[in-house]
Every structure is written in structure tokens, then in C-alpha cells.
């Protein structure tokens, strides 16, 4: 039920961040919102990975239909990454406004260098790569600097489904 709690809420900002992106000023860098919630969700799987990858995927797939993506270049990044995070998570705690900036431009900067090389292996490279790899460090930065509101927008969704008050307070405080 948490999965598909955070499926709705990356859905929500998907819907608005489609609607509202393109009349800011930095128009052309879209933040990587699917990178991130496929990141949470690695980074939160407890004991199964299998619902927080479906999830990640899902919300990948949803962002291709929203965006005009090719269909499921963004569910195989969100997958990828959510098992990435889980691999990692025993040895990383992501807490804290700049250590979340960080990670999030990290993880998004990996995640498009990997859409790059699948892109650029199947000819799809819009405006060659020097473009690409300005516009990639483009939304990697602004991929950080919005990371820290989405993995709290989601430690919220994750606090709600909590069974116990220890867990509740420990998944709104960034501990998972």
C-alpha cells in the first residue's frame, strides 16, 4: 500500500510539473522527478525489493506517457536506480538538506549518462552530445536543489503508512 501511495503522489507532481515546467525560467532543465522517487524507494525497500522496483518502474512508465518519452526509457533508468539504492542503502543515510542535494544530483547526473549511452546506442541523440551533456548537468543541478522536497514529500507519504509510532517518527525524520 506504500508503494502505491508514493505511485499516486509521483503522479501528482509528474501531472504538475509537466503542466507548470515550461513557463519557468529554466524551462529546458526538467528536474528528474522519477530518478528521485525511484532513488526513495530503493533507498526505503525493507525486506523486498520486488514492490519498491515495480513502483519505481510504474512511475518510470507513467512519466514516458506524461512526457513523450520514448516508452520505458524512463521505467528501465527508475528501476535500475531503485536497485542501485538498494544495494547501497546498508551503507548510506540520506539525511540532511545538502547531503540530500548532493545525492540527488548525483544520482540523477548517473541516471542520465546512462539514458545517454542507451539513446546514443540507438540514435537517438536529440542535439548531439556537447548539447546533451550540458542540458544533462543542467538537470542534474536542478535535480539536487529540488531532491530535498521530494524525499520529504515522500518520508511523509512513508510516515502515514507506518504501523508503529517509533517507525512513523523515524520515517518522517529521514531514518529508514
Known amino acids: 500500500m506504500r508503494v502505491a501511495a508514493q505511485i499516486i503522489v509521483a503522479y501528482l507532481i509528474l501531472l504538475v510539473l509537466v ?6 525560467p529554466l524551462a529546458s532543465y526538467t528536474p528528474d522527478i522519477v530518478v528521485l522517487f525511484g532513488a526513495y524507494l530503493g533507498l526505503s525497500a525493507r525486506e523486498e525489493l520486488a514492490p519498491s522496483v515495480a513502483g519505481a ?8 506517457l506524461l512526457m513523450g518519452n520514448p516508452v520505458g526509457l524512463s521505467a528501465l533508468t527508475a528501476g535500475l536506480v531503485c536497485g ?3 544495494l547501497i ?3 548510506l543515510l540520506v539525511r540532511g538538506v545538502v547531503f540530500t ?19 546514443g546506442g540507438s540514435g537517438l541523440l ?7 551533456l550540458r542540458k544533462l548537468i543542467g538537470t542534474a543541478l536542478v535535480t539536487g536543489l529540488i ?18 509510532r517509533r517507525q512513523r517518527d523515524a520515517a518522517a525524520t529521514g531514518y529508514m
Open 126 to 132: 536529440l542535439i548531439g552530445l556537447g548539447g546533451e
Open 84 to 86: 542501485v539504492c538498494h
Open 89 to 91: 542503502q546498508g551503507r
Open 57 to 64: 518502474i510504474t512511475i518510470g512508465y507513467l512519466a514516458d
Open 19 to 24: 503542466a507548470i515546467w515550461r513557463l519557468l
Open 101 to 119: 542535494v548532493v545525492f540527488s544530483a548525483l544520482t540523477a547526473l548517473s541516471a542520465g549518462l546512462l539514458v545517454l549511452a542507451v539513446r
Open 147 to 164: 531532491g530535498p522536497f521530494v524525499f520529504q514529500v515522500c518520508r511523509h507519504v512513508d510516515a502515514k503508512f507506518s504501523k508503529t
